[in-house]
């Protein structure tokens, strides 16, 4: 049943030409654009044989795992252990598939907070399609700083960053990119409760958290928590490299941010 809204004439008339209609939508079988980056493999990512060089042998930690897929892809890989961490215990189907290829002993789940774990026990962090969800980006910053002996490394990969034309996560009800750039915040999630009963009536209510994170905003974050920049690399939208090299239009042809950064002391 469809959410009661009031909507104004202008908030009625943006939906009539930028929306899908709220019930009975076909959702088509199509590439995503938030999320281009989603079903590829770490080693796809950050180079096959980069990710797997850095994690032979190593304590692992993968941060916002998820259902802990990547964490039975690194510990294939040759990790000595692997610690999935996140708010949601998903974790039973990965935990069954472990016992099954013989690595349980390698890998452990939680749902502990960062701040719960003790500094410097790992080797490699891994932070997957989370970065512009964190509430506090700079807090997990630092708390993975914390956890990293010296010289540890920490790999990144989320997109679409906020200037991306979806960056704003609404492509199940806007037909047309930048809705998120154009309309207020509260025009768009106003028309939002027509397909979403959650409550949200701010991006960083939705379901994940959005935080508006933005290429710069990230590469101000790494230097203010005392990370190292190994390697940044952007991932542009259908092959538009030569934006991605221009430092304004990077923002809005970027569709994944890549990267890897070093906790100095090594």
Known sequence: MQNKVNLSPIEKLIMRLFCYPPQGRITKNIENPERQCEESNLGTIFGENNFRKAVNGKVVMDIGCGNGEDVIQIALMGADKVLGVDIRNLFDT???????????????????????????????????????????????????????????????????????????????????????????????????????????????EVEGGLNKMTIRKFQQLLVKTGFRKEKIWLKPIRHLDIMTKLPIMREFFTSTVNAIIVKPGL
């Open 94 to 204: 990965s935990q069954k598939k472990a016992e099954m290829l013989g690595i349980s002993e390698k890998i452990t789940f939680s749902t502990k907070l960062l701040k719960e774990i003790p500094p410097e026990i790992i080797d490699v962090a891994l932070s997957k399609n989370s970065f512009e969800h964190y509430d506090n980006p700079e807090e997990i910053l630092l708390d993975v700083h914390r956890l990293l002996k010296p010289g540890g490394k920490f790999f990144i990969t989320f997109g679409p960053p906020w200037f991306h034309p979806y960056g704003g996560h609404m492509s199940f009800m806007f037909k047309y990119p930048y809705p998120h750039l154009i309309f207020r915040e509260r025009t768009v999630m106003k028309i939002r409760c027509l397909y979403k009963n959650d409550g949200a009536s701010k991006y960083r």
